[in-house]
Nanobody, 122 residues
Framework: QVQLVESGGGLVQAGESLRLSCAASGNIFRVNSMSWYRQAPGKQRELVARITSDGRINYDDSVNGRFAISRDRAKNTVYLQMNNLKLEDTAVYYC????????????????WGTGTLVTVSS
């Protein structure tokens, strides 16, 4: 019913930048929030950044000041601009969105993308 398609991952050197994109499609009535999570090898998945429907933003302390999340409401798309990348930013980055479907009574359900790999080398 809903698909989240991520793009923009890749291999970069420390200090460089990448921009991730995630587009939501399907039977969408309303997108409540859009977020980026990441999971490094051997570690738990963690929240990187979130933007709500009313524009509130929060970041993990480790990326605050280096990453910027934004969204295009018309396109149901969220972006993550990642600057000054560090070795410890290497991870699979997952898009997450809380979405209310057309015809459903719930406030929203969580959906996940399949992930995009970001590798930062020295």
């Amino acid at each position: 019913q809903v698909q989240l398609v991520e793009s923009g991952g890749g291999l970069v050197q420390a200090g460089e930048s990448l921009r991730l994109s995630c587009a939501a499609s399907g039977n969408i009535f309303r997108v409540n929030s859009m977020s980026w999570y990441r999971q490094a090898p051997g570690k738990q998945r963690e929240l990187v950044a979130r933007i709500t429907s009313d524009g509130r933003i929060n970041y993990d302390d480790s990326v605050n000041g280096r990453f910027a999340i934004s969204r295009d409401r018309a396109k149901n798309t969220v972006y993550l601009q990642m600057n000054n990348l560090k070795l410890e930013d290497t991870a699979v980055y997952y898009c997450n969105s809380n979405i209310k479907l057309v015809g459903m009574n719930h406030y929203g359900l969580d959906y996940w993308g399949t992930g995009t790999l970001v590798t930062v080398s020295s």
